[in-house]
């Protein structure tokens, strides 16, 4: 992933260990949401296929914004995991 855009990018980078994921809670076109935990914590987790270039921008913009967005409607951005670059 190109993630220059994404300034301190290693300050969001969840290492899998890290989670469990649990049911799933919704599905759209390009992602799939699940109930998990992270450091015990309930969270949702947002599995995504970047299977093209355009898919790729729009996923750097995307978490651009959401580790930003700060709104008592909008839940709190963690992190990302990146299966590629590993």
Do not use: C, P, W
């Not at 898919?55 to 995991?81: C, K, M, P, T, W």
Request: charged share 30%; net charge negative.
């Amino acid at each position: 992933m190109n993630t220059e855009i994404l300034e301190d990018d290693n300050d969001y980078h969840i290492d899998l260990k890290d989670v469990s994921i649990g049911k799933l809670i919704g599905q759209g076109q390009f992602a799939t949401v699940y109930a998990g935990k992270y450091f015990g914590d309930y969270v949702a987790i947002k599995k995504q296929v970047r299977e093209a270039k355009v898919l790729e921008n729009y996923l750097i913009r995307e978490i651009s914004v959401l580790r930003r967005a700060q709104h008592d409607n909008l839940i709190s951005y963690f992190g990302f995991h990146d299966e590629i670059n590993e």
